[in-house]
């Protein structure tokens, strides 16, 4: 029976989420060669085009899935993500205000 006594959890999800984006990029850059070279209109690109887009969302949903299992305090690729937001004060709207359900009466 395998224990994760002596496993750095984060380490592997850093390293698993770095070959999975690698992975998808890779595909959408064979795409965009394949578009190059045949053409956007050849029926060939389509074809290609149509199973290098489902490998790419396959990896995108094994990341997406991968977000959820490692820790919570793990970044991932949302990592140069901002975690600060500045929002400004509500807008005043001139004259008078109507709530939403009253119907007067």
Request: charged residues 30%.
């Amino acid at each position: 029976m395998a224990t994760v006594k002596g496993i750095n959890v984060k380490g592997y999800c850093d390293a698993v989420d770095t070959e999975l984006a690698g992975m998808k990029e890779r595909i959408n850059e064979l795409r965009e060669d394949v578009k190059r070279t045949y053409g956007a209109d050849s029926e060939l690109f389509h074809t290609h085009e149509r199973h290098l887009l489902e490998l790419a969302d396959f990896i995108d949903w094994k990341l997406h899935i991968l977000m959820k299992a490692c820790p919570f305090d793990w970044q991932g690729t949302d990592k140069d993500v901002e975690s600060i937001v500045s929002v400004g004060p509500a807008e005043k709207t001139p004259g008078t205000d109507f709530s939403g359900g009253y119907l007067g009466g």
